[in-house]
T-cell receptor
Framework: DAKTTQPPSMDCAEGRAANLPCNHS???????VYWYRQIHSQGPQYIIH???NNETNEMASLIITEDRKSSTLILPHATLRDTAVYYC????????????FGTGTRLTVIP | GAGVSQSPSNKVTEKGKDVELRCDPI?????LYWYRQSLGQGLEFLIY????????KSGLPSDRFSAERTGGSVSTLTIQRTQQEDSAVYLC????????????FGPGTRLTVT
């Protein structure tokens, strides 16, 4: 039962930043925002997660609005290998042992 | 290091037959999860193992589905009397105890029931 809304597809030029939006207007105070991606024919891959502060790691940045009702995943310099389906998920950090994925955003990086 | 492995990568079976799917988690990971992904849909949680605790079976769709985890490592997902709607990619994931946030997924087993 996904609690997030994402656009079904997006295109991004190679080398440009890819900004993937996610709405989670019913997020609870103890729920984190997670991002995973799934490249064709592979299992999902963890990207990043956050509670309310913006987060950055070697793969991406996560920007969460102050009201926490939406977030944006940023791939700063998209490459062709970033073409995948990106899933935005909300879940409590403890006490829940599984992930519910919606249909995600299919990002296509164009040469 | 070695990631999560699953076997077989592809399985075609006839309706009514039983199938077993195997998952080898990352060494040292005490938590193990099974999911399935039907064509064009998101992941559906099936079952979760954590150490010696009783598994969380809340996602199993019917009593035809069962899973075991022997010795806290390898897991087998069994589907009895397969139906065509069981056709999907079955994904296994593992994580460190206390760090279920970062699950590492295997490549999956594509099951086709004819």
């Amino acid at each position: 039962d996904a609690k997030t809304t994402q656009p079904p597809s997006m295109d991004c030029a190679e080398g440009r930043a890819a900004n993937l939006p996610c709405n989670h207007s019913t997020i609870s105070g103890n729920e984190y925002v997670y991002w995973y991606r799934q490249i064709h024919s592979q299992g999902p891959q963890y990207i990043i997660h956050g509670l309310k502060n913006n987060e950055t790691n070697e793969m991406a940045s996560l920007i969460i609005t102050e009201d926490r009702k939406s977030s944006t995943l940023i791939l700063p310099h998209a490459t062709l290998r970033d073409t995948a389906v990106y899933y935005c998920i909300v879940r409590v950090d403890t006490g829940a042992n599984n992930l519910f994925f919606g249909t995600g955003t299919r990002l296509t990086v164009i040469p | 290091g070695a990631g999560v492995s699953q076997s077989p990568s592809n399985k075609v079976t006839e309706k009514g037959k039983d199938v077993e799917l195997r998952c080898d988690p990352i060494s040292g990971h005490t938590a193990l999860y099974w999911y399935r992904q039907s064509l064009g849909q998101g992941l559906e949680f099936l079952i979760y193992f954590q150490g010696n605790s009783a598994p969380d079976k809340s996602g199993l769709p019917s009593d035809r589905f069962s899973a075991e985890r022997t010795g806290g490592s390898v897991s087998t997902l069994t589907i009895q009397r397969t139906q065509q709607e069981d056709s999907a990619v079955y994904l296994c994931a593992s994580s460190f105890r206390g760090d279920e946030r970062e699950q590492y997924f295997g490549p999956g087993t594509r099951l086709t029931v004819t």
